[in-house]
Each structure stands twice: as C-alpha cells, then as structure tokens.
DNA sequence: CCAGTGATTCTCT
DNA sequence: GAGAATCACTGGC
C-alpha cells in the first residue's frame, strides 16, 4: 500500500512535487505535475478504455506511457483503483543524477564538470534538459516499453517521495494553474508547480 | 508565434 | 475500411 493507493488523484499530483523520479542511473526532482481525472474531458480515459490508454485504467502505481503528436512520449503515474481510468502526468524535472547522460539523449553540448555541481541559477542549457513531458522522457529513457509497467524500487522505474517533515526538497507553496496544451477542461486548475523557491525554476512556462 | 509530426480515434460508408 | 480530425509537444522563428 502506498500513497498512490490511498490519496486523491489530485492530491498525489500535488505530493510528487519534491518527488525523485529515477530511470537507471538517471535521476529528476518533479517540479510540475497535471492531475487527469475519470470524469474529466482533458483525459484520455473520458471516453473508456481503447489500445492506446488500457494502462491508465491498470491498478495505483503503474506507469502509463503514450506517444503524443506521434513523436514524444509522454510518462504518467496510475492512481486510484484498477479500472477508474486516472493519472498525473509528469510535466517538468530537475535534473540531478546521470546528467551527461541526459544531457547526450537530449542532444545537448554538456561540458562534462561534475553532474552534481549544477551552476547556480542553472543555465539554459541545463533548464533545457527536462522542461517539458516530452523531453523528460527522452532525457530518463523513457520509452512505450515501459507502458505498463510498476513503478517501485525494485523496477527499473521508481519515485522516491520527499520526506515532509525534514527534507527542504519539498516546496513549502503549491500554485495550481490551467493545464497546458489542452482544449477541454480548461475551467480545471489540475496543473500543480512550486509557487516560489529554486525549484521553480525548472518548470516547463512561467504561467 | 507556428510548422512539423504520425499514431490514434472518430465518423461516416 | 477509408478519410478526416485531433492531439496531455518541441524547437525554431
């Protein structure tokens, strides 16, 4: 049991800010989250089950991977119970493990310093690594083979939760905003990001 | 701002 | 089945 069983989708969206998300030796903190709910007209599981989004409705904790505009995939976490059908997607990272790595499946020039010395302020070449469900997933490995799949320590994707009493990892604010990129459900405000702090920085838009 | 991109789904035959 | 519409996006102006 876990949280991903017990809490509210819109509630996990909220709590996997701080969150490590990890592929391998790859490794993010989540700044930006989007909560896709059973009743909601943005979610690809409002008009039932079909091919593509048969892992969103699998139990709290898998992974639902899709491909979006038939180039990007997109990496969300299963919540609820099998067969409701909602998950919040992954948005944005910091980047803080592996980030050669990321740098090179990005196909951006990274100097080859020390991957955990992040300049300060952090440059746009570095803000350009995860900013963005898309390349947050090139950026970790992600791909639709682990559509599916169960996410946990002893798989080879894994979400460490920010501990709330000691970490300063996780943001004190939430700020919660429209959705971005969608054309129904707009009145929802699904999308959650760190309203000040330096993890702020690392979200995919200002607004 | 907007073009590229192609899988998936929808709406008819 | 075929053709059209629709995208939970990115990168380059």
């Given at each position: 049991?876990?949280?991903?069983?017990?809490?509210?989708?819109?509630?996990?969206?909220?709590?996997?800010l701080?969150?490590?998300?990890?592929?391998?030796?790859?490794?993010?903190?989540?700044?930006?989250?989007?909560?896709?709910?059973?009743?909601?007209?943005a979610?690809?599981?409002c008009?039932?089950?079909s091919?593509?989004?048969?892992?969103?409705?699998?139990?709290?904790?898998?992974?639902?991977?899709?491909?979006?505009?038939?180039?990007?995939?997109?990496?969300?976490v299963?919540?609820?119970?099998?067969?409701?059908g909602e998950?919040?997607?992954?948005?944005?990272?910091?980047?803080?493990?592996g980030?050669?790595?990321?740098?090179?499946?990005?196909?951006?020039?990274?100097?080859?310093?020390?991957?955990?010395?992040?300049?300060?302020?952090?440059?746009?070449?570095?803000?350009?690594?995860?900013?963005?469900?898309?390349?947050?997933?090139?950026?970790?490995?992600?791909?639709?083979?682990?559509?599916?799949?169960?996410?946990?320590?002893?798989?080879?994707?894994?979400i460490?939760?920010?501990?709330?009493?000691?970490?300063?990892?996780?943001?004190?604010?939430?700020?919660?905003?429209?959705?971005?990129?969608?054309?129904?459900?707009?009145?929802?405000?699904?999308?959650?990001?760190?309203?000040?702090?330096?993890?702020?920085?690392?979200?995919?838009?200002?607004k």
């Amino acid at each position: 049991m876990t949280i991903f069983d017990t809490a509210a989708t819109v509630d996990i969206a909220r709590t996997l800010l701080g969150a490590t998300l990890r592929v391998g030796k790859t490794a993010g903190i989540i700044v930006e989250t989007e909560a896709y709910l059973a009743d909601d007209p943005a979610s690809h599981s409002c008009n039932g089950r079909s091919r593509r989004n048969g892992s969103m409705f699998l139990s709290a904790g898998h992974a639902y991977v899709y491909r979006s505009y038939g180039v990007h995939w997109c990496f969300n976490v299963v919540t609820g119970p099998a067969g409701v059908g909602e998950a919040v997607l992954v948005r944005a990272l910091k980047p803080v493990d592996g980030i050669a790595t990321i740098a090179e499946r990005r196909g951006i020039v990274w100097d080859g310093s020390d991957a955990f010395n992040i300049p300060a302020g952090g440059g746009a070449a570095m803000k350009a690594l995860c900013s963005g469900p898309g390349k947050l997933c090139q950026a970790l490995g992600i791909t639709g083979d682990m559509d599916g799949s169960i996410i946990g320590p002893d798989s080879p994707v894994s979400i460490t939760l920010p501990d709330r009493v000691t970490s300063d990892r996780a943001p004190a604010g939430i700020l919660a905003t429209e959705r971005i990129g969608i054309s129904k459900g707009k009145d929802r405000l699904y999308r959650f990001v760190p309203a000040d702090g330096e993890l702020r920085r690392w979200i995919s838009r200002p607004k």
